[in-house]
């Protein structure tokens, strides 16, 4: 089986040099290698490609056959990696945490906790209510962009 700590150590080579940050790598028992990173402004398919062609041109097919996908980690994806986070900021998330409380609104900061501001209705006004909410990272289940359509 190909070693995980392998195919990191390349992806981060291109990754970084391309001025991306990794998000992930998996590999499953079959051997098909998925490789996950982004940046601010997005990731562009060519770039994909550089990734790619690295680390299969640093793998030998012959030892050990493997299937490769290198891409962005999505939009409907949760956040793994600290840099998502601050790339998202002043977007609009959900969050979980471990107590089960599911919170939505904009993403203020992320430092050593997650602010985030969120919007209540008022009883009987029509103007919506603004708070920040503070989250402590080791707090934090899962957090997703919420995907909106104008």
């Given at each position: 089986m190909i070693s995980k700590e392998k195919v990191i150590s390349l992806a981060k080579e291109k990754i970084e040099e391309l001025n991306y940050f990794l998000v992930d790598v998996k590999i499953s028992a079959k051997n098909e290698i998925t490789v996950l990173f982004d940046k601010g402004d997005g990731v562009i398919v060519r770039d994909c490609l550089y990734v790619s062609r690295h680390i299969e041109g640093n793998l030998d097919r012959e030892i050990e056959d493997y299937q490769l996908t290198v891409c962005s980690p999505g939009l409907d994806k949760a956040f793994v990696v600290e840099e998502q986070y601050i790339k998202n900021i002043g977007r609009d998330v959900k969050v979980v945490t471990t107590d089960g409380d599911k919170l939505e609104g904009t993403l203020l900061e992320y430092g050593?906790?997650?602010?985030?501001?969120?919007?209540?209705?008022?009883?009987?006004?029509?103007?919506?209510?603004?708070?920040?909410?503070?989250?402590?990272?080791?707090?934090?289940?899962?957090?997703?962009?919420?995907?909106?359509?104008?």
């Open positions: 050593d906790v997650l602010l985030l501001e969120t919007k209540t209705k008022q009883k009987g006004k029509k103007e919506l209510l603004k708070q920040e909410v503070s989250i402590e990272k080791e707090k934090i289940k899962e957090t997703k962009l919420i995907i909106k359509f104008k």
